[in-house]
């Protein structure tokens, strides 16, 4: 799982990263500008950030990613403040925690977040007509049989269903699968959907995977 984490000023932030080391692999992100860059991309599972940041405030960080993104989002205050807290969850935060931080507690919130998150998938299945996904089991089913998706083109599979209905551009795709600091060509992702495309063909399913000239592709349900 990846996880970005938008540092501020808050104490409560650097022991909130201590704990997402075990959660997941965690990228930090120094201020507001640069962590609504990196949160808009859909590359990471899991936002957490400081109530406190620097470039651009939280309220505006917030606003401005759900927007963009239905990334899950979790802000970390050092204060215990009930109107804020309100503010902030209307907003589009999935979680306000503030100071003292309790580890075990702290886990649970988190995977409270990622479970709702999750609900995107029914236990963790996707279901569309006669196809199936399973995150878990990472198996992908039509008519009950399984259709082998191999390594970067099941994680290619799963992105677009996890954000089905919404553009996502080449390098979305890219910086998720392959990582920001891969050496590996952009045009790379050309190549994994063309193949996902065909295999999808063979079952009639294919008309779901749509190309947006110019910007992206699309996991169109209402294809």
């Known amino acids: 799982m990846k996880i970005l984490i938008c540092k501020g000023g808050s104490e409560s932030c ?11 692999e965690c990228y930090i992100s120094e201020d507001g500008e640069d962590a609504l860059f990196r949160a ?7 936002v957490v950030a400081d109530i406190k940041l620097t470039k651009m405030n939280c309220i505006e960080f917030i606003t401005q990613l ?31 925690l503030h100071a003292p931080i309790n ?35 990472k198996m992908f089913t039509v008519d009950g049989k399984y259709v082998k998706l191999s390594g970067k ?21 890219y910086n998720y699968v392959w990582g920001e600091d891969c050496n590996t060509v952009l045009s790379v992702t050309e190549v994994y959907v063309s193949n996902l495309r065909k295999i999808l063909k063979n079952y009639h399913a294919d008309k779901y995977l749509q190309t947006i000239k110019n910007v992206g592709y699309i996991w169109n349900e209402n294809a």
């Open 14 to 24: 650097d022991k909130m990263i201590s704990v997402m080391k075990d959660v997941g």
């Open 40 to 46: 808009s991309s859909n590359v990471y599972d899991l």
């Open 66 to 96: 759900r927007k963009r993104s239905n990334v899950p989002l979790i802000v970390v205050s050092d204060m215990d403040n009930s109107e804020l807290a309100a503010d902030i969850l209307e907003l589009g935060a999935d979680e306000y």
């Open 103 to 137: 580890i075990r507690e702290t886990k649970a919130r988190i995977d409270s977040v990622l479970r709702r998150a999750n609900n995107l998938f029914k236990n963790s299945v996707y279901e569309l007509k006669n196809m199936k996904l399973d995150v878990k089991t």
């Open 153 to 173: 083109m099941y994680d290619i599979m799963e992105y677009f269903i996890r954000n089905r209905n919404i553009v996502v551009n080449k390098e979305q795709l």
